[in-house]
């Protein structure tokens, strides 16, 4: 079975500080791996995929496949980064998305 | 196009009725997906189609469910007989087949049975 599992619901730091939003999953395959953030009365959105190897808004995640990881992280937070962020996965071959808990990121000033 | 679009936004009903909700996925995408998120938790994944196809369902998807697509445009979620635990946010997005497009969500209907 696949899963996806963020160890912190709740993450707060200052702003101009560094921060890391852990994921680890569970999955035999080669999955695909994302992040997805919902800001306040948005809907969700994908911020980064692992494929793309982007820097989207100054985040950054690297699929670690011996850890079974894929943390965010961003060297210097903003307030704009407050939100909800859900990582996910696509097994291999398939269409559906198998979502984290998620995590509220809240940047203090 | 707006992106994906759910209506309605909320209903509230009461236990035993049933519900329907609609979702218009984005013009060019012949993939639509169906997924429900309870409180605290990210959104669980319902069922899938690829046009009018329904290729996936999951088993939280009772026998009290049923999702259509009948001309690979928009799609229809139904719950008979709601139940109390069927209170939920319920999400659709779509994507393109071309490629690995990522999936676009709506805002979602959120359901609440009294």
């Known amino acids: 079975a696949q899963r996806v599992t963020q160890p912190e619901k709740l993450l707060s730091v200052f702003k101009g500080a560094p921060v890391e939003l852990k994921c680890n999953y569970s999955y035999s395959g080669s999955p695909e791996l994302f992040w997805y953030v919902q800001y306040s009365r948005q809907r969700l959105q994908l911020l980064l995929r692992?494929?793309s190897r982007e820097s989207i808004k100054g985040f950054t995640a690297d699929l670690n496949k011996g850890e079974t990881s894929f943390h965010l992280k961003k060297p210097f937070a903003q307030e704009e980064d407050s939100a909800m962020y859900y990582c996910?996965?696509?097994?291999?071959?398939?269409?559906?998305?198998?979502f984290g808990q998620g995590t509220r990121l809240t940047i203090n000033p | 196009d707006t992106g994906v679009s759910q209506d309605p936004r909320h209903k509230i009903t009461k236990r035993g009725q049933n519900v329907t909700f609609r979702c218009d996925p984005i013009s060019e995408h012949n993939r639509l997906y169906w997924y429900r998120q309870t409180l605290g938790q990210g959104p669980e994944f319902l069922t899938y189609?690829?046009?009018?196809?329904?290729?996936?369902k999951s088993r939280l998807l009772s026998d009290r469910f049923s999702a259509e697509r009948p001309k690979g445009s928009f799609s229809t979620l139904e719950i008979q007989r709601t139940e109390q635990g069927d209170s939920a946010m319920y999400l659709c997005a779509s994507s393109s087949s071309d490629g690995n497009q990522p999936q676009h969500f709506g805002d979602g209907t959120r359901l609440s049975i009294l």
């Open positions: 692992h494929i």
């Open positions: 996910a996965l696509s097994p291999q071959g398939a269409q559906k998305l198998v």
């Open positions: 189609f690829q046009n009018e196809a329904q290729l996936e």
